[in-house]
Protein backbone atom coordinates (compact mmCIF):
# COMPACT_ATOMS: atom_id res chain seq x y z
CA UNK A 1 0.00 0.00 0.00
CA UNK A 2 1.13 3.54 -0.86
CA UNK A 3 3.13 5.07 2.61
CA UNK A 4 0.82 8.23 1.85
CA UNK A 5 -2.22 6.10 2.48
CA UNK A 6 -0.98 4.28 5.05
CA UNK A 7 -0.03 7.54 7.27
CA UNK A 8 -3.05 9.35 6.25
CA UNK A 9 -5.17 7.08 7.71
CA UNK A 10 -3.25 5.65 10.62
CA UNK A 11 -4.56 8.79 13.31
CA UNK A 12 -8.53 7.03 12.90
CA UNK A 13 -6.93 3.45 13.16
CA UNK A 14 -5.15 4.30 16.49
CA UNK A 15 -8.58 6.17 17.64
CA UNK A 16 -11.06 3.63 16.77
CA UNK A 17 -9.20 1.09 18.31
CA UNK A 18 -9.33 3.26 21.63
CA UNK A 19 -12.52 3.99 21.19
CA UNK A 20 -13.57 0.51 22.08
CA UNK A 21 -11.37 -0.02 24.99
CA UNK A 22 -8.15 1.34 26.43
CA UNK A 23 -5.13 -0.06 24.55
CA UNK A 24 -1.82 -1.70 25.81
CA UNK A 25 0.82 -0.07 23.58
CA UNK A 26 2.54 -3.10 22.68
CA UNK A 27 -0.75 -4.14 20.84
CA UNK A 28 -1.32 -1.07 19.13
CA UNK A 29 1.58 -1.14 17.74
CA UNK A 30 1.37 -5.33 17.35
CA UNK A 31 -2.28 -5.02 15.23
CA UNK A 32 -1.35 -2.32 13.21
CA UNK A 33 1.72 -3.37 11.96
CA UNK A 34 0.23 -6.47 10.92
CA UNK A 35 -2.55 -5.51 9.31
CA UNK A 36 -1.06 -2.48 7.24
CA UNK A 37 2.89 -3.34 7.00
CA UNK A 38 4.22 -0.60 8.88
CA UNK A 39 7.56 -1.20 10.54
CA UNK A 40 5.90 -1.03 14.75
CA UNK A 41 8.50 1.41 15.55
CA UNK A 42 6.85 4.73 13.11
CA UNK A 43 3.23 3.88 15.12
CA UNK A 44 4.66 5.00 18.61
CA UNK A 45 6.01 8.60 17.12
CA UNK A 46 1.93 8.85 16.31
CA UNK A 47 0.85 7.76 19.87
CA UNK A 48 3.09 10.99 21.25
CA UNK A 49 1.93 13.23 18.96
CA UNK A 50 -1.65 11.90 19.62
CA UNK A 51 -0.93 12.36 23.26
CA UNK A 52 0.82 15.91 22.24
CA UNK A 53 -2.33 17.21 21.25
CA UNK A 54 -4.40 15.82 23.62
CA UNK A 55 -6.21 13.17 21.86
CA UNK A 56 -5.22 10.31 24.36
CA UNK A 57 -3.45 9.75 27.48
CA UNK A 58 -1.30 7.19 28.88
CA UNK A 59 -1.28 5.05 32.57
CA UNK A 60 0.70 2.46 33.74
CA UNK A 61 -1.23 -0.48 34.91
CA UNK A 62 0.82 -3.57 36.97
CA UNK A 63 0.73 -6.90 35.60
CA UNK A 64 1.17 -10.13 37.56
CA UNK A 65 5.00 -11.37 37.13
CA UNK A 66 6.41 -8.56 34.75
CA UNK A 67 7.22 -4.70 34.85
CA UNK A 68 4.10 -2.19 34.61
CA UNK A 69 2.50 -2.22 31.13
CA UNK A 70 1.83 1.49 29.33
CA UNK A 71 -1.64 1.64 28.76
CA UNK A 72 -3.34 4.49 26.13
CA UNK A 73 -6.90 5.83 26.56
CA UNK A 74 -8.96 8.02 24.24
CA UNK A 75 -9.97 11.74 25.61
CA UNK A 76 -12.79 13.93 24.88
CA UNK A 77 -11.29 15.74 22.81
CA UNK A 78 -9.84 12.34 21.03
CA UNK A 79 -13.31 11.31 19.90
CA UNK A 80 -14.25 14.86 18.93
CA UNK A 81 -11.09 14.46 16.62
CA UNK A 82 -12.00 10.87 15.55
CA UNK A 83 -15.72 11.54 14.63
CA UNK A 84 -14.12 14.45 12.79
CA UNK A 85 -11.66 12.10 11.06
CA UNK A 86 -14.59 9.39 10.43
CA UNK A 87 -16.90 11.64 8.35
CA UNK A 88 -13.65 13.11 6.41
CA UNK A 89 -12.68 9.23 6.13
CA UNK A 90 -16.91 8.53 4.97
CA UNK A 91 -16.79 11.52 2.85
CA UNK A 92 -13.65 10.36 0.96
CA UNK A 93 -14.96 6.86 0.28
CA UNK A 94 -18.70 8.20 -1.20
CA UNK A 95 -16.35 10.51 -3.85
CA UNK A 96 -14.12 7.61 -4.50
CA UNK A 97 -16.45 4.96 -5.23
CA UNK A 98 -18.64 7.82 -7.14
CA UNK A 99 -15.49 8.07 -9.71
CA UNK A 100 -14.79 4.24 -9.59
CA UNK A 101 -18.30 3.29 -10.59
CA UNK A 102 -18.19 1.76 -13.93
CA UNK A 103 -21.66 2.84 -15.22
CA UNK A 104 -22.58 6.06 -13.95
CA UNK A 105 -23.32 8.83 -16.39
CA UNK B 1 21.62 -4.91 16.62
CA UNK B 2 21.27 -5.25 19.98
CA UNK B 3 18.20 -4.33 21.99
CA UNK B 4 20.91 -1.96 24.38
CA UNK B 5 22.21 -0.84 21.46
CA UNK B 6 19.11 0.68 20.28
CA UNK B 7 17.48 1.80 22.95
CA UNK B 8 20.96 4.00 23.92
CA UNK B 9 20.89 5.23 20.40
CA UNK B 10 17.13 6.33 20.63
CA UNK B 11 17.74 8.08 23.62
CA UNK B 12 20.84 9.93 22.61
CA UNK B 13 18.98 11.32 19.73
CA UNK B 14 16.21 12.04 21.38
CA UNK B 15 17.58 14.09 24.16
CA UNK B 16 19.57 15.75 21.12
CA UNK B 17 16.89 16.77 19.71
CA UNK B 18 15.47 18.60 22.94
CA UNK B 19 12.34 15.67 23.07
CA UNK B 20 10.80 15.98 26.17
CA UNK B 21 9.86 12.66 28.44
CA UNK B 22 11.88 10.28 26.60
CA UNK B 23 11.56 8.00 29.23
CA UNK B 24 8.33 7.67 28.15
CA UNK B 25 8.76 7.02 24.33
CA UNK B 26 11.63 4.11 25.71
CA UNK B 27 8.86 3.00 27.36
CA UNK B 28 7.36 2.09 24.43
CA UNK B 29 10.35 0.77 22.57
CA UNK B 30 11.85 -1.67 25.59
CA UNK B 31 8.37 -3.18 25.70
CA UNK B 32 7.98 -4.23 22.27
CA UNK B 33 11.60 -5.74 23.18
CA UNK B 34 10.23 -7.50 26.30
CA UNK B 35 7.12 -8.60 24.57
CA UNK B 36 9.02 -9.62 21.45
CA UNK B 37 11.72 -11.50 23.45
CA UNK B 38 8.99 -13.38 25.03
CA UNK B 39 7.98 -14.60 21.76
CA UNK B 40 11.42 -16.41 20.87
CA UNK B 41 12.97 -13.54 18.67
CA UNK B 42 16.13 -12.63 18.70
CA UNK B 43 17.06 -8.92 19.45
CA UNK B 44 18.70 -7.99 16.49
CA UNK B 45 15.46 -9.38 14.29
CA UNK B 46 13.63 -7.26 16.40
CA UNK B 47 15.28 -4.06 15.86
CA UNK B 48 15.03 -4.91 12.27
CA UNK B 49 11.33 -5.41 12.45
CA UNK B 50 11.47 -2.03 14.51
CA UNK B 51 12.55 0.53 11.79
CA UNK B 52 15.60 2.41 11.22
CA UNK B 53 16.35 4.33 14.29
CA UNK B 54 17.01 7.85 12.89
CA UNK B 55 13.95 7.43 11.04
CA UNK B 56 11.90 6.98 14.30
CA UNK B 57 13.95 10.11 15.83
CA UNK B 58 13.36 12.19 12.74
CA UNK B 59 9.66 11.21 13.25
CA UNK B 60 9.41 12.40 16.83
CA UNK B 61 11.30 15.60 15.70
CA UNK B 62 9.16 16.16 12.71
CA UNK B 63 5.83 15.45 15.02
CA UNK B 64 7.11 18.84 17.05
CA UNK B 65 7.49 16.42 20.66
CA UNK B 66 10.25 19.66 21.17
CA UNK B 67 10.02 21.38 23.86
CA UNK B 68 9.57 24.80 22.55
CA UNK B 69 11.54 27.24 25.37
CA UNK B 70 13.27 26.18 28.63
CA UNK B 71 10.91 28.55 30.59
CA UNK B 72 7.59 26.88 29.28
CA UNK B 73 8.57 23.49 30.61
CA UNK B 74 8.60 25.67 34.13
CA UNK B 75 5.17 26.32 33.69
CA UNK B 76 4.09 22.63 32.81
CA UNK B 77 4.96 21.65 36.74
CA UNK B 78 1.75 21.79 38.92
CA UNK B 79 3.13 23.87 41.49
CA UNK B 80 3.58 26.65 39.02
CA UNK B 81 0.83 26.18 36.34
CA UNK B 82 -1.89 26.47 39.28
CA UNK B 83 -1.05 28.94 41.18
CA UNK B 84 -0.36 30.79 37.98
CA UNK B 85 -3.85 29.92 36.77
CA UNK B 86 -5.55 31.47 39.75
CA UNK B 87 -3.79 34.81 39.29
CA UNK B 88 -4.80 35.11 35.43
CA UNK B 89 -8.07 34.15 37.01
CA UNK B 90 -8.01 37.12 39.44
CA UNK B 91 -6.39 39.44 36.94
CA UNK B 92 -9.53 38.60 34.54
CA UNK B 93 -12.13 39.72 37.13
CA UNK B 94 -9.70 43.47 37.96
CA UNK B 95 -10.12 43.46 33.71
CA UNK B 96 -14.24 42.92 33.87
CA UNK B 97 -13.87 45.46 36.55
CA UNK B 98 -11.78 48.11 34.64
CA UNK B 99 -14.43 47.92 32.27
CA UNK B 100 -17.26 48.20 34.52
CA UNK B 101 -15.99 51.52 35.79
CA UNK B 102 -15.15 52.80 32.61
CA UNK B 103 -18.38 52.72 31.27
CA UNK B 104 -19.83 54.19 34.64
CA UNK B 105 -17.78 56.51 33.92
CA UNK B 106 -18.59 57.70 30.90
CA UNK B 107 -22.41 57.40 32.27
CA UNK B 108 -21.70 59.59 35.10
CA UNK B 109 -19.92 62.34 33.42
CA UNK B 110 -22.61 62.00 30.33
CA UNK B 111 -25.50 62.84 32.75
CA UNK B 112 -23.25 65.18 34.11
CA UNK B 113 -24.21 63.72 38.06
CA UNK B 114 -22.55 65.22 40.93
CA UNK B 115 -23.63 62.57 43.26
CA UNK B 116 -19.90 62.07 44.18
CA UNK B 117 -18.08 64.98 45.82
CA UNK B 118 -14.95 63.62 45.48
CA UNK B 119 -15.17 63.36 41.14
CA UNK B 120 -13.39 65.48 39.42
CA UNK B 121 -14.99 68.66 37.51
CA UNK B 122 -14.52 68.76 34.20
CA UNK B 123 -16.20 71.66 31.94
CA UNK B 124 -18.94 71.33 29.91
CA UNK B 125 -18.56 70.69 26.18
CA UNK B 126 -14.75 69.23 27.12
CA UNK B 127 -16.21 66.69 28.75
CA UNK B 128 -17.62 64.92 26.15
CA UNK B 129 -14.11 63.87 24.76
CA UNK B 130 -13.75 62.23 28.06
CA UNK B 131 -16.90 60.49 27.59
CA UNK B 132 -15.58 59.04 24.31
CA UNK B 133 -12.54 58.48 25.76
CA UNK B 134 -13.95 56.60 28.47
CA UNK B 135 -16.65 54.91 25.99
CA UNK B 136 -13.69 53.41 23.94
CA UNK B 137 -11.63 52.33 26.87
CA UNK B 138 -13.99 50.56 28.10
CA UNK B 139 -14.65 48.59 24.58
CA UNK B 140 -10.62 48.76 24.48
CA UNK B 141 -10.44 46.75 27.77
CA UNK B 142 -13.52 44.32 26.77
CA UNK B 143 -11.58 43.48 23.81
CA UNK B 144 -8.81 42.73 25.77
CA UNK B 145 -10.78 40.86 28.65
CA UNK B 146 -11.70 38.40 25.83
CA UNK B 147 -8.45 38.12 24.26
CA UNK B 148 -7.58 37.29 28.02
CA UNK B 149 -10.09 35.05 29.05
CA UNK B 150 -9.69 33.09 25.50
CA UNK B 151 -5.76 32.70 26.73
CA UNK B 152 -6.83 31.72 30.19
CA UNK B 153 -9.44 28.97 29.26
CA UNK B 154 -7.15 27.57 26.92
CA UNK B 155 -4.10 27.11 29.10
CA UNK B 156 -6.45 25.58 31.80
CA UNK B 157 -7.88 23.09 29.03
CA UNK B 158 -4.48 22.23 27.89
CA UNK B 159 -3.62 21.94 31.62
CA UNK B 160 -6.60 19.73 32.57
CA UNK B 161 -6.05 17.59 29.39
CA UNK B 162 -2.43 17.06 28.94
CA UNK B 163 -0.49 18.70 32.02
CA UNK B 164 1.13 21.21 29.76
CA UNK B 165 0.48 24.48 29.10
CA UNK B 166 1.51 26.53 25.70
CA UNK B 167 0.99 29.59 25.94
CA UNK B 168 -0.54 31.75 23.25
CA UNK B 169 -2.46 28.97 22.05
CA UNK B 170 -6.22 29.86 21.79
CA UNK B 171 -8.26 31.44 19.12
CA UNK B 172 -10.76 34.10 19.34
CA UNK B 173 -12.86 35.73 16.76
CA UNK B 174 -10.94 38.45 14.30
CA UNK B 175 -13.27 40.53 15.39
CA UNK B 176 -12.17 40.95 18.55
CA UNK B 177 -8.48 41.25 17.26
CA UNK B 178 -9.70 43.88 15.18
CA UNK B 179 -11.77 45.89 17.55
CA UNK B 180 -8.80 45.49 20.08
CA UNK B 181 -6.44 47.27 17.81
CA UNK B 182 -9.05 49.88 16.83
CA UNK B 183 -10.11 50.72 19.93
CA UNK B 184 -6.30 51.07 21.76
CA UNK B 185 -5.34 53.19 19.13
CA UNK B 186 -8.55 55.16 19.54
CA UNK B 187 -7.98 55.35 23.30
CA UNK B 188 -4.46 56.37 22.93
CA UNK B 189 -5.47 59.63 20.29
CA UNK B 190 -8.62 60.68 22.63
CA UNK B 191 -6.15 60.32 25.44
CA UNK B 192 -3.51 62.77 23.86
CA UNK B 193 -6.42 64.82 22.48
CA UNK B 194 -7.99 65.61 26.04
CA UNK B 195 -4.72 66.21 26.96
CA UNK B 196 -4.21 69.40 24.99
CA UNK B 197 -8.03 70.02 24.41
CA UNK B 198 -8.12 70.53 28.01
CA UNK B 199 -5.17 72.57 28.69
CA UNK B 200 -6.41 74.87 26.30
CA UNK B 201 -9.73 75.15 27.72
CA UNK B 202 -7.91 75.79 31.12
CA UNK B 203 -5.47 77.91 29.59
CA UNK B 204 -2.38 75.95 31.61
CA UNK B 205 -1.10 73.09 30.79
CA UNK B 206 -1.31 71.64 34.29
CA UNK B 207 -5.11 71.95 33.79
CA UNK B 208 -5.71 69.64 36.50
CA UNK B 209 -4.55 73.27 38.94
CA UNK B 210 -7.41 75.36 37.64
CA UNK B 211 -9.87 72.87 38.09
CA UNK B 212 -9.05 72.30 41.32
CA UNK B 213 -8.72 68.38 41.07
CA UNK B 214 -6.44 67.83 44.25
CA UNK B 215 -7.84 70.25 46.26
Known amino acids: ?105 | MTKQHFIDTLTQGLKKHNIHDVDDIITDYEDYFNQQLALGKTESDIAIKLGDVKTIISDYVKSGSKGRAKWFDLVTVGFIAIPMLIILYGLLIVFGLTVLASWSLAIYYLFQLDTFAFMPYIPFGIHFVYILLFLVFSLFFFTLTVRFYATTKSMTMQYVVKQAIRIGDYHIKPIYIKLFNISSIISLILFILGYFLSALVAKDFQYWHVWEWFQ
Do not use: C
Open chain 1, 1 to 105: MNIQYKKGILDLLVLAMLKKKDQYGYDISEMISLKIEISPGTIYPILRKMKDDGFVTTYLSEVSGGPARKYYRITNLGLTHFNKLKSEWDELKLITSYFLEENND
